[in-house]
C-alpha cells in the first residue's frame, strides 16, 4: 500500500499556521509571513498528493484523488475567506461587505462550512488509512464508509449552528412565571414624559404578596 | 424504530431491577434534597417563593447533568467491557437503533428521577405561592438539559472502551461544554459568538429557572442531543472502516 499521511500532515499544519497568522497574532509582516507560508503549505500538500498517486494502482489513485477534492474544499474556503477579508480589501479597493454585504454575509458562513467538510472526512479518512497501515491491499470500500462518515458529521453540525442561529434571530419567548413586576413600554414612558403634572400611581397587592414586596424593594419612590 | 423500543423496554429493565439504577436515583433524590434544605430554602426567612424556586431549579441542574454522566456510562461501554457489543450490533438491528434505544432507556429513568423530585417545589405552598408555569418550565429545562448531558453520556460510553473511562470522557466533555461560557468572554469575535453559542449551561437554562421559555434554549438542547447521538452512530459504525 503507497498512500501516506506526510501530506495531510502538512496540510493541516497548513491551515494552522494560516489560523495562527490570521487570528492570533496582529496584523504585521509575522502574521503576513505565517499566512503565505500556510497557503504554499496547503497548495504543496495537495500537489504531493496528486504527483505522488500518479503511478500507483487504481484503488490507492482513487483514495488519493478523494484527498485530493478535500484538499481543494478546503483551499476554496481559504479562497472564500481572503475574499472577504483585510486581503481582499486591499486587492478589490474596498472591503467585501461594503461593497456587497449581503455576498460578504453568504461568505462568512459558507467558507467555514467548506472548510469543515474539507478537513474533518480528511481527519477520518485518514484514521482509516492508519488502520490498514499493513494490510496487502488497500480497501477503498472503507476508505469511502469513512469519508462518507466525516462528511456526514460536518454538515450535520452546519446543520446544528444553522438552525441554532436561526432560532436565536427569530427567537419566540413565553413567560410562565408569576412573579414578575411590570415594566412600562417605551410609547408610556414617552407619554408619562410628556406630562406637566405630577403622576399619582395607586397599586392594589394582596398582603404578604412576593410581586409587592418586590416592588417595595426595588421601587426608587 | 419497533427494535429502538425494544432495545429501551430491556435496557430500562435493567435500570429497575438492578441496583444500579436505584443506587443512582436514591444518592441523586439525597443531594438533591440536602441542597434544597441547606442551600434552596435556606436560613434566610423572607425569601420569595419565586426565588426558593428558582435556586431549586439551579441546584437540580447540577445533580441532573451528574446523574446523566452516571446513568449513561454503562450503556455501551459495558457492552463493550463484557464482549456483549459484537452479539448487538451482528443482531438484525440498525446502528442508530441501538444508540436511540439505549439513549431512550436512560432519558425514560432520568426523568422518572426528576419528576420524583417534585415534592420539593410542592412544599413551597406550605408558606408560599407556587407558579405552576415556572415549575412547569424549569421542569422542561431538567428534562432537555438531563437529555443533552445524556446523549453527550452515551458519546462517551460509545467512545470509551470501560465505564470508568466512559464517565471521566462525559464529565470532560460536560464540563468543557459548560466552561466555554467563561471563554467566550476572554475572546474576541466570531470566537466569542461561537463559545456562547456552544455553553452548555450559562446562556441558556437560567431563563428555564426564572419560568421563562425561549425557542432558542429548546432548540439548543434538542440540537446538542441530536448531534451527540448522531456522533455517537457514527462511532459505532466506525468498526466499518477503522
Redesign the interface.
Known amino acids: 500500500m503507497a498512500i501516506r499521511p506526510w501530506p495531510s500532515l502538512v496540510y493541516a499544519t497548513g491551515l494552522l499556521l494560516i489560523y495562527v497568522g490570521e487570528r492570533l497574532l496582529a496584523a504585521g509582516q509575522a502574521s503576513a509571513v505565517l499566512t503565505v507560508v500556510g497557503v504554499a503549505a496547503v497548495l504543496g500538500a495537495a500537489a504531493w498528493r496528486g504527483l505522488g498517486a500518479r503511478k500507483t494502482s487504481a484503488g490507492v489513485r482513487s483514495t488519493a484523488r478523494m484527498l485530493l477534492v478535500l484538499y481543494g474544499l478546503g483551499a476554496l474556503a481559504l479562497m472564500l475567506h481572503f475574499a472577504s477579508s483585510d486581503f481582499g480589501a486591499r486587492l478589490f479597493g474596498r472591503p467585501l461587505d461594503l461593497r456587497m454585504p449581503r455576498l460578504a454575509g453568504a461568505l462568512a458562513v459558507l467558507w467555514p462550512s467548506l472548510m469543515l467538510a474539507g478537513t474533518l472526512p480528511v481527519l477520518l479518512v485518514e484514521l482509516s488509512l492508519a488502520g490498514m497501515a499493513h494490510a496487502p491491499v488497500l480497501d477503498s470500500r472503507r476508505v469511502r464508509a469513512a469519508m462518507l462518515s466525516g462528511l456526514g458529521t460536518a454538515l450535520a453540525i452546519v446543520f446544528c449552528f444553522s438552525v441554532a442561529y436561526v432560532t436565536a434571530e427569530r427567537n419566540l419567548k413565553v413567560d410562565l412565571a408569576y412573579f414578575r413586576s411590570a415594566r412600562a413600554g417605551t410609547a408610556t414612558k414617552k407619554l408619562v414624559a410628556a406630562l406637566d403634572q405630577p403622576v399619582q400611581v395607586y397599586l392594589f397587592y394582596p398582603p404578604a404578596n412576593d410581586v409587592a414586596r418586590n416592588w417595595l424593594a426595588t421601587s426608587p419612590i | 424504530m419497533r427494535a429502538a423500543l425494544l432495545i429501551a423496554r430491556r435496557e430500562l429493565g435493567s435500570y429497575l431491577r438492578t441496583m444500579n439504577g436505584y443506587i443512582i436515583a436514591a444518592a441523586v433524590l439525597l443531594v438533591d434534597g440536602i441542597l434544597w434544605n441547606a442551600f434552596a430554602l435556606g436560613a434566610q426567612q ?1 425569601k ?3 426565588e426558593v424556586l428558582s435556586d431549586f431549579f439551579y441546584f437540580s441542574s447540577g445533580t441532573t447533568m451528574i446523574a446523566a454522566v452516571f446513568l449513561s456510562m454503562r450503556l455501551l461501554a459495558e457492552e463493550r467491557q463484557t464482549g456483549t457489543l459484537v452479539l448487538l450490533t451482528s443482531s438484525p438491528v440498525r446502528d442508530r437503533e441501538i444508540i436511540l434505544g439505549k439513549f431512550f432507556s436512560s432519558l425514560a429513568f432520568l426523568a422518572m428521577i426528576t419528576l420524583a423530585t417534585a415534592f420539593m417545589p410542592a412544599l413551597i405552598m406550605i408558606n ?2 407556587l ?1 405552576i ?2 415549575v ?2 424549569g421542569y422542561l429545562g431538567l428534562l432537555l438539559l438531563g437529555s443533552a448531558a445524556l446523549a453527550i453520556g452515551t458519546l462517551g460510553s460509545a467512545l470509551a472502551r470501560s465505564q470508568v473511562l466512559a464517565a471521566i470522557l462525559s464529565g470532560a466533555m460536560l464540563v468543557g461544554l459548560i466552561v466555554v461560557w467563561l471563554l467566550a468572554g476572554v475572546s474576541e469575535r466570531p ?1 466569542n459568538d461561537v463559545f456562547l ?1 456552544l455553553a452548555l449551561w450559562g446562556r441558556h437554562f437560567p431563563p428555564f429557572q ?7 434554549d429548546v ?2 438542547y434538542l ?2 442531543t ?2 451527540a447521538l ?2 455517537a452512530t ?1 462511532v459505532l ?2 468498526r ?3
Open positions: 423572607d420569595h417563593s419565586a408560599g405561592k407558579s408555569g415556572q412547569a418550565a470566537l453559542a426564572a419560568g421563562v421559555i425561549n425557542l432558542r432548540a439548543y440540537l446538542v441530536y448531534f448522531f456522533a457514527r459504525e466506525a466499518r472502516w477503522q
